[in-house]
């Protein structure tokens, strides 16, 4: 209920504002800047922005260092994505974007954003500690997944029996997993962490079958909202379609894998400065200081999204050279193999142009400044009269808010789309590669086709040649019997 009620001033205001046939945006807005409707409004207006997009969930891949998290997420993935390293590495949490998914890899100790679901690693020959910290999941299904079994049974080889060891060291993993979940552990999957197939096949159904299930008990519960998501999240999003990646090219896993830890902590760093940001604002009273602050906001805006988006593109364009280097290695070798001369300027094709793909940032960075002033000016003109500092103040720090957490689609979405455009890029590169082979092979055919024309003519000379001889021969021979027989005469 609505109490307190407006001036009918105010209301005679609003209904100005919403003579017309405004749109629902312009409604909402309209609404938010009745101070006894804000509170409301702005609820309205984030569930609003919610139902324009498509739905982003969110998976973490938790676990301890080295059990095998990135291994399993590039298996999952179809594509060396993240880097794999014998001693721990990746020390921030990173979020790969892909197929509608937000999958984050998150280390020991990182705390992380809620998310929908949670895949759990486990070293099966390290099973997690029996009391100690607990990655928060945030209540979503947790898919538990064992892996070095390979390496366990080959420990285990002076056991007696090898597959009761197993069995037991599997449950003792299970026992203490499950006591360290919040929420229900969906299932357990054991399995090796290199076979990507093998792993795409048996975690992704269990991961949705967790979605499904997590939909059912919101549904018991009577929560609503949580209900709708998730039933947009099964309906809507499917496993990412493995990449298919040319397979003569070196690829720089690790140089993606900083891309993505750059977008990532450029939108921790936005987010921490939310805060600081927010405390600045409460105090303001003012109009003239309230566009003092959004000036200051904007450039801080801009300043993260440019600096976040040079790093990953910089990471990308050398990883970029990496690759191109890797075939342009492979064209000249097969050039001096083939032809026996080392490549020169008629060697192999001239390398395609540097194609970095560009994240169309600036246009991020003014599209999320804009959403902010908008709801710190209010896009109605006929509510003028009803601005208050305080309104103008809460709405952009909401919009703030909102834009954030639509920063984080946008600007995955921005790097997945370049780094497909990269791939596209290589893969022109290995065209090339593959039409230089077929031209060098039609070449040769040239040349042994060259060289038959050569040796029959050769022959054809011989021949001529030798027809000169005989006949040579034959003058000497008929008339050296002449000048003989001459001479004798
Ligand atoms: N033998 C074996 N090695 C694995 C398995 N899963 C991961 N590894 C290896 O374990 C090491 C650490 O893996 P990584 O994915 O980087 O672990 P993370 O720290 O959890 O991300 C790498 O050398 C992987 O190749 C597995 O199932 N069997
Ligand atoms: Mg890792």
Same mark, same amino acid.
């Given at each position: 209920?609505?109490?307190?009620?407006?001036?009918?001033?105010?209301?005679?205001?609003? %209904?100005?504002?919403?003579?017309?046939?405004?749109?629902?945006?312009?409604?909402?807005?309209?609404?938010?800047?009745?101070? =006894?409707?804000?509170?409301?409004?702005?609820?309205?207006?984030?569930?609003?922005?919610?139902?324009?997009?498509?739905?982003?969930?969110?998976?973490?891949?938790?676990?301890?260092?080295?059990?095998?998290?990135?291994?399993?997420?590039? *298996?999952?993935?179809?594509?060396?994505?993240?880097?794999? *390293?014998?001693?721990?590495?990746?020390?921030?949490?990173?979020?790969?974007?892909?197929?509608?998914?937000?999958?984050?890899?998150?280390?020991?100790? $990182?705390?992380?954003?809620?998310?929908?679901?949670?895949?759990?690693?486990?070293?099966?020959?390290?099973?997690?500690?029996?009391?100690?910290? =607990?990655?928060?999941?945030?209540?979503?299904?947790?898919?538990? =997944?064992?892996?070095?079994?390979?390496?366990?049974?080959?420990?285990?080889?002076?056991? &007696?029996?090898?597959?009761?060891?197993?069995?037991?060291?599997?449950?003792?993993?299970?026992?203490?997993?499950?006591?360290?979940?919040?929420?229900?552990?969906?299932?357990?999957?054991?399995?090796?962490?290199?076979?990507?197939?093998?792993?795409?096949?048996?975690?992704?159904?269990?991961?949705?079958?967790?979605?499904?299930?997590?939909?059912?008990?919101?549904?018991?519960?009577?929560?609503?909202?949580?209900?709708?998501?998730?039933?947009?999240?099964?309906?809507?999003?499917?496993?990412?379609?493995?990449? +298919?990646?040319?397979?003569?090219?070196?690829?720089?896993? !690790?140089?993606?894998?900083?891309?993505?830890?750059?977008?990532? &902590?450029?939108?921790?760093?936005?987010?921490?400065?939310?805060?600081?940001?927010?405390?600045?604002?409460?105090?303001?009273?003012?109009? &003239?200081?309230?566009?003092?602050?959004?000036?200051?906001?904007?450039?801080? !805006?801009?300043?993260?999204?440019?600096?976040?988006?040079?790093?990953? %593109?910089?990471?990308?364009?050398?990883?970029?050279?990496?690759?191109?280097?890797?075939?342009?290695?492979?064209?000249?070798?097969?050039?001096?193999?083939?032809?026996?001369?080392? *490549?020169?300027?008629?060697?192999?094709?001239?390398?395609?142009?540097?194609?970095?793909?560009?994240?169309?940032?600036?246009? !991020? *960075?003014?599209?999320?400044?804009?959403?902010?002033?908008?709801?710190?000016?209010?896009? =109605?003109?006929?509510?003028?009269?009803?601005?208050? $500092?305080?309104?103008?103040?809460?709405?952009?720090?909401?919009?703030?808010?909102? +834009?954030?957490?639509e920063m984080e689609t946008d600007l995955g979405a921005a790097l997945w789309d370049g780094?497909?455009?990269?791939?596209?890029?290589?893969?022109?590169?290995?065209?090339?590669?593959?039409?230089?082979?077929?031209?060098?092979?039609?070449?040769?055919?040239?040349?042994? %086709?060259?060289?038959?024309?050569?040796?029959?003519?050769?022959?054809?000379?011989?021949?001529?040649?030798?027809?000169?001889?005989?006949?040579? %021969?034959?003058?000497?021979?008929?008339?050296?019997?002449?000048?003989?027989? +001459?001479?004798?005469?």
């Amino acid at each position: 209920m609505i109490r307190g009620v407006a001036s009918v001033a105010d209301w005679e205001q609003l %209904e100005e504002a919403l003579a017309g046939t405004p749109s629902v945006p312009e409604v909402l807005a309209a609404l938010a800047c009745v101070p =006894v409707l804000s509170e409301h409004a702005r609820g309205w207006q984030q569930a609003w922005t919610r139902l324009q997009k498509p739905p982003a969930p969110r998976v973490v891949w938790t676990g301890d260092a080295k059990a095998g998290r990135s291994t399993l997420l590039n *298996a999952v993935l179809g594509r060396p994505l993240l880097h794999v *390293a014998v001693r721990p590495c990746t020390p921030v949490a990173v979020t790969v974007f892909a197929g509608g998914w937000r999958l984050t890899e998150v280390p020991p100790q $990182v705390p992380h954003e809620p998310a929908d679901g949670r895949v759990l690693v486990v070293d099966v020959r390290q099973p997690l500690p029996r009391r100690a910290r =607990v990655v928060s999941d945030g209540g979503g299904p947790t898919v538990l =997944v064992l892996t070095k079994l390979d390496r366990a049974r080959a420990d285990a080889v002076l056991s &007696s029996d090898v597959e009761a060891e197993l069995d037991e060291a599997v449950d003792e993993a299970v026992r203490r997993a499950r006591r360290r979940c919040t929420g229900p552990l969906v299932d357990v999957v054991r399995c090796d962490a290199r076979e990507a197939e093998a792993v795409r096949d048996q975690l992704w159904p269990r991961i949705q079958a967790g979605l499904a299930g997590a939909r059912e008990r919101a549904a018991l519960r009577g929560r609503a909202q949580r209900h709708h998501w998730l039933t947009q999240v099964v309906a809507s999003v499917t496993p990412p379609e493995p990449m +298919s990646w040319p397979p003569s090219v070196a690829v720089d896993g !690790l140089a993606r894998g900083i891309a993505q830890a750059a977008v990532t &902590s450029a939108l921790a760093g936005l987010a921490l400065d939310r805060d600081a940001w927010l405390a600045t604002l409460q105090p303001v009273q003012t109009h &003239s200081a309230l566009e003092g602050c959004l000036d200051r906001l904007e450039a801080v !805006l801009r300043t993260a999204l440019r600096s976040a988006m040079a790093r990953a %593109e910089d990471a990308v364009g050398r990883a970029w050279d990496a690759a191109v280097a890797g075939v342009r290695r492979e064209l000249d070798a097969a050039w001096t193999d083939q032809v026996g001369v080392p *490549a020169s300027g008629s060697g192999p094709p001239a390398r395609s142009p540097h194609v970095a793909p560009a994240f169309g940032v600036e246009r !991020l *960075a003014a599209a999320h400044a804009a959403r902010i002033r908008v709801a710190a000016t209010g896009p =109605v003109g006929a509510l003028a009269r009803l601005r208050r $500092v305080s309104v103008r103040t809460e709405a952009a720090a909401a919009a703030w808010r909102t +834009s954030l957490v639509e920063m984080e689609t946008d600007l995955g979405a921005a790097l997945w789309d370049g780094v497909v455009r990269w791939a596209d890029a290589l893969e022109a590169v290995c065209g090339d590669h593959g039409a230089w082979r077929e031209s060098k092979d039609a070449a040769q055919r040239r040349t042994a %086709e060259q060289r038959q024309v050569a040796r029959r003519r050769a022959l054809a000379r011989v021949r001529v040649a030798l027809g000169a001889v005989r006949s040579v %021969e034959e003058g000497i021979e008929s008339g050296g019997e002449g000048q003989d027989e +001459s001479g004798h005469g």
